[in-house]
Nanobody, 125 residues
């Protein structure tokens, strides 16, 4: 069974940091670009960042560039999102997604085939 499981969300104060993880099971991430998305209450899901299958290319939405860092460890079948300098507007459910190709289309994977269940991030004082 193909599955993506996110973890690492929680409550953090503005200016704080969190590191999200996404572990895949049932398939290998070696040949897939991976992405992080988020959905805030009352808003549509939006792309946050994408990393190519090799990890050699990363892209970010303008709203998180310079604050978030995406990385991957293919040996562990895991993708990470390091989030620093968090703001209240970063509050959302964060989802990871596996693309069908090795490269990204901007800051989202192409031909997304699998989604995780999401992890909640709340930035509040």
């Amino acid at each position: 069974q193909l599955q993506l499981v996110e973890s690492g969300g929680g409550l953090v104060q503005p200016g704080g940091s969190l590191r999200l993880s996404c572990v895949a099971s049932g398939f290998t991430l070696d040949y897939r670009a991976m992405g992080w998305f988020r959905q805030a209450p009352g808003k549509e899901r939006e792309g946050v960042s994408c990393i190519s299958s090799s990890g050699g290319s990363t892209n970010y939405a303008a709203s998180v560039k310079g604050r978030f860092t995406i990385s991957r460890d293919n040996a562990k079948n895991t993708v990470y999102l390091q989030m620093n300098s968090l703001k209240s507007e970063d509050t959302a459910v964060y989802y990871c997604a596996a693309g069908g190709y090795s490269s990204c289309l901007g800051y989202v994977p192409r031909d997304i085939g699998s989604w995780g269940q999401g992890t909640q991030v709340v930035v509040s004082s």
